[in-house]
């Protein structure tokens, strides 16, 4: 069984017993999140699409881990200009282990 639930701005495929990688969001290590913003849900053929979201779909996760990914360098230059402007970024991220898929 699996569900495709948004959060964070993104759309993500997830399936009971796997751990994701997310947005930062507000939560402590070990704490149980739920997530009502399903928008489908599918096993085998059979497959559930709502619109936007499904009602009484659930899925639950816990908290793993915190932390920030790998450095993105940035590199702007005008040519013939001298102009040159380095940047750096690093994303936080929130990781997950998802419990389960709760449909009543």
Known sequence: MYAVIKTGGK????SPGEKLKIE?????????I???DV?????G???EIGSPFLK???VKAKVLSHGKNKKIKIFKMRRRKHYQKH????????????????NN
Do not use: M, N, P, W
């Open 11 to 14: 759309q993500y495929r997830v």
């Open 34 to 36: 739920s997530f009502k």
């Open 56 to 58: 009484d779909v659930v």
């Open 39 to 43: 928008l489908s849900i599918g096993e």
């Open 45 to 47: 053929d059979k497959i």
């Open 24 to 32: 930062q969001i507000l939560a402590d290590i070990g704490d149980e």
């Open 87 to 102: 940047q750096g970024h690093r994303q936080s991220y929130t990781e997950l282990y998802i419990d389960s898929i709760v």
